[in-house]
């Protein structure tokens, strides 16, 4: 079990805000740890989503954004499409590591 | 655009040696970490380590230390993952990836992407 929480699976209807969580502690999340977030799609390399908590590379579109409160953070996607069908990771530090980790991932099915 | 290029699938048996590479076709190579992933077919995504060819700082996952090894060439703008001792639980995709960020933290997000490197062993 991963030291970040995400649940395995979610989804939602073309056109619904779909959530995914990443639920951390004090040492990783709560401990001020940037969360970032990825989208990996079958055959295909991951791609960066979201990077320290809220900020959109450029590229990504605007239905993606990402939030962070206490010892948790959340990917929202507004407007799923069946595209956006897709695993997706949270990334995170934490102060026993001198580097990252990912949470366990998350598959959204777009019904 | 294409900005890390890895080498291509292995196949190996246990107890075999091996050595795949990155290669960042940009000439900040030496400013920005880059990182290795690793997933296991049908598992998640796993951090295994970075290291900053600047300097060859590197850092280990608890889970990976010892059981590879990360470096980098900086006169060929190239980052190294190794096994001297391969296992059949090897066996996976191992991704690497730049950070973001030149001169940034070792724990920042992973922002370039190479395509993959299929590892197989098998006897």
């Known amino acids: 079990q991963s030291v970040l929480t995400q649940p395995p699976s979610v989804s939602g209807a073309p056109g619904q805000t779909v959530t995914i969580s990443c639920t951390g502690s004090?040492?990783?999340?709560?401990?001020?740890?940037?969360v970032h977030w990825y989208q990996h799609l079958p055959g295909a390399a991951p791609k960066l989503l979201i990077y320290?908590?809220?900020n959109r590379p450029s590229g990504v579109p605007d239905r993606f954004s990402g939030s962070k409160s206490g010892t948790s953070a959340s990917l929202a996607i507004t407007g799923v499409q069946a595209e956006d069908e897709a695993d997706y990771y949270c990334?995170?530090?934490?102060?026993?590591?001198?580097?990252?980790?990912f949470g366990g991932g998350t598959k959204l099915t777009v019904l | 655009e294409l900005y890390l290029v890895q080498s291509g699938a292995e196949v190996k048996k246990p107890g075999e040696s091996l050595k795949i590479s990155c290669k960042d076709s940009t000439y900040s190579f030496p400013n920005y970490w880059i990182g290795w992933v690793r997933q296991v077919s049908g598992k998640g995504l796993e951090w295994m380590g970075v290291i900053y060819p600047g300097d060859s700082d590197t850092r280990y996952s608890p889970s990976f230390q010892g059981q590879v090894t990360i470096s980098a060439d900086k006169s060929t703008r190239t980052a190294y993952l190794q096994w001297y001792s391969l296992k059949a639980s090897d066996s996976a995709m191992y991704y690497c990836a730049r950070l973001w960020g030149a001169g940034g933290s070792p724990k920042a997000a992973l922002e370039r992407w190479g395509q993959g490197t299929l590892v197989t062993v098998s006897s």
């Open positions: 004090s040492s990783n999340i709560g401990a001020g740890c940037d």
């Open positions: 320290r908590d809220t």
């Open positions: 990334q995170s530090c934490d102060s026993s590591l001198s580097g990252s980790l």
